[in-house]
């Protein structure tokens, strides 16, 4: 009776309990394989995820940018029109101005 309640005698199995303890062990390691396995095939799928988010994100970046640099050329273009525009009016003005002044110039002196 004291065999059976005795915790430190059953800790270690005696040579006949070892093939089965041998056994379970061997199928807790078999099942702690398979859960590890399982948890490295979530991490690969988690990771796969992963990149392709890169990728999308890569892609949207990409995409952007080239909409951005579109985008600053077509008003580049557009601000050295307005320039080229603003620029012969400007001469426009002047040469109505310096006419205008000779004209005052010249009846002032009549």
Known sequence: MSESTDPQTRAVPTPEEMPWSISYLRDDIKDLRT??????E??????KRIDETNRRI?????????RIDETNRSLGEQIRALHKR???YFLWMMGTLVAITSVLIAVIKL
Do not use: F, K, P
Request: no cysteine; hydrophobic share 25%; aromatic share 0%.
């Open 86 to 88: 603003m620029d012969t």
């Open 35 to 40: 859960q590890v396995g399982a948890l490295h």
């Open 58 to 66: 890569d892609e949207t970046n990409r995409s952007l940018g080239e």
């Open 42 to 47: 979530r991490i690969d799928e988690t990771n």
